[in-house]
């Protein structure tokens, strides 16, 4: 079999549906710098700078592989941008989650419970026009299994979310130290390339119209919108 090609996450994010495709695109670069320098995780899987970039890079890698195998058997009640979209939301949580003390990462006050960081992917949706049915939602909640929400009386993840868990754990799980920092096996899998930078923020950067907003309300700063200068908090 040839092996299928490794596509960038800009190249990924060019296969969802519009509108929300320049929504996650203007959400990318207004946070670019805090994006790339998160981890996938603590420890588990992903778990080095520029993790968490690389992690949603596999995980919509992996959609763009089994989609088409599945839908060809049994026709998917979803589509592959459904697929792509939930699984870039689906831990967009991550960059805001740590902070480091005493050389330890732990997670920010507010971050701590799983349903605060659904809150938190739901804001950041809000915020940003990125606009999610109830099945987006399912997923996104889901992508990491049904976990304390499991009963016995009724299923709790919906088709979109069972696929979108089968991505994330190939990613987490199978292969959580992948993409390998070189010669990966699967050829042009590459990590994003960590530059280390200052965070200015440990907030979301604001949308488009917050700022607009902001700059009639006061003077231009000649600093930019996040940095801290009274004109822009
Ligand atoms: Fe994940």
């Keep these: 079999m040839t092996q299928p090609k490794y596509h960038s996450l800009f190249e990924l994010v060019s296969l969802i549906d519009e509108p929300n495709q320049v929504a996650i695109l ?27 970039w690389d992690h949603i890079t596999e995980v919509m890698n992996i ?12 026709p998917l009640p979803f589509t592959l941008s459904d697929a792509l979209l939930v699984l870039f939301m689906h831990d967009i949580e991550k960059p805001w989650k740590y902070e480091e003390k005493d050389g330890v990462r732990v997670h920010r006050t ?19 026009d990125i606009t999610l049915a109830d099945e987006h939602v399912n997923g996104i909640k889901y992508a990491e ?12 993840m919906g088709p979109l979310a069972s696929f979108v868990h089968m991505c994330d754990v190939s990613s987490a799980c199978l292969w959580p130290n992948h993409p390998l920092a070189e010669d990966d096996p699967w050829q042009s899998a590459r990590r994003i390339a960590y530059t280390p930078e200052p965070v200015r923020d440990a907030r979301p950067a604001v949308s488009e119209a917050v700022q607009s907003a902001r700059r009639t309300e006061k003077p231009p700063g000649d600093c930019g919108v996040g940095c801290g200068c009274g004109f822009c908090n």
């Design 145 to 156: 299994g049904e976990l304390d929400d499991y009963t016995p009386r009724h299923r709790v």
């Design 110 to 128: 507010g971050m701590e419970t799983k349903a605060k960081h659904q809150q938190f992917r739901m804001q950041v949706a809000g915020s940003w």
């Design 26 to 52: 203007r959400f990318i670069n207004a946070n670019r710098a805090v994006l790339q320098e998160a981890c996938g995780s603590s420890h588990n899987h992903q778990a080095w700078k520029g993790g968490w």
């Design 63 to 74: 959609a763009v592989v089994l989609y088409p195998v599945l839908n060809a058997l049994r």
